[in-house]
Structures are given as structure tokens and as C-alpha cells.
């Protein structure tokens, strides 16, 4: 099994950067794809990117494609999603995924078996 927990987010300005940070524990990050999604309030969970087991394959939503860059440090067992030029639209929750299974990530929320507890980022305008 694998445990991630979260760290990042808050509230920036339109315009402004923020980087989240997800580390797994209990089961090394190097074997296994990790992505990002988001749930805006009154929407469904969407997914924003994925990384593949050892980084070097990423996968963008068309929303935030040259805005967010998702990395991969499997030395730290830690998943980044560094996201600048944000939008009053890029408010919600963000949480990190897991998908054990497959090395290549997908962009499909039913994919990743583990989640994280949820980072708020609010974009004011």
C-alpha cells in the first residue's frame, strides 16, 4: 500500500506561482505512476497531470498545459506540481494520486487507487 501526504497550496494572486508537494511513504514512488487532479466547489474531480514512474513521461490537462509542470524526485519519493500564471479558475482542492499498477500515468480519476488528504489553493483576482 502506499501512503501520501501533502503540503503546499494556499491563497496567491492571479498571475502568481504556488508548488504542491506529494510524498509517498511505504512503497517507493519509483515503480509506479503518480498524477494530480482537482475538485473545484460544485464540479466533479478533474485530473490537471501525470508523471510516469520515473518522470520522464508527463501527462497535462488542456487547461493548464504550459502553466503547471508536474516533476517527479524519486529519491525523495515525491511528486511536484509547480504551477505559475494562475487563474481565479485554478481554485480548488488539488490532490496527488497514486496509480500502483501501471508506470505510464493516465488522466482518468478511476486509474489511481491512493489519494492524498488535499491541498486548498484559492487565486484571487
Known amino acids: 500500500q502506499v501512503q501520501l501526504s501533502q503540503s503546499g497550496g494556499g491563497l496567491v494572486q492571479a498571475g502568481g506561482s504556488l508548488r504542491l508537494s506529494c510524498t509517498a511513504s511505504?512503497?517507493?514512488?519509483?515503480?509506479?505512476?503518480m498524477a494530480w487532479f482537482r475538485q473545484a466547489p460544485g464540479k466533479e474531480r478533474e485530473p490537471v497531470a501525470g508523471a510516469s514512474y520515473n518522470g520522464g513521461r508527463t501527462v497535462y490537462a488542456e487547461s493548464v498545459r504550459g502553466r503547471f509542470t508536474i516533476s517527479k524526485d524519486n529519491a525523495l519519493n515525491t511528486v511536484y506540481l509547480q504551477k505559475s500564471s494562475l487563474k481565479p479558475e485554478d481554485t480548488a482542492i488539488y490532490y496527488c494520486a497514486a496509480d500502483i499498477d501501471r508506470e505510464y500515468a493516465t488522466l482518468n480519476t478511476n486509474d489511481y487507487d491512493y489519494w492524498g488528504q488535499g491541498s486548498q489553493v484559492t487565486v484571487s483576482s
Open positions: 511505504r512503497r517507493t514512488s519509483s515503480t509506479y505512476a
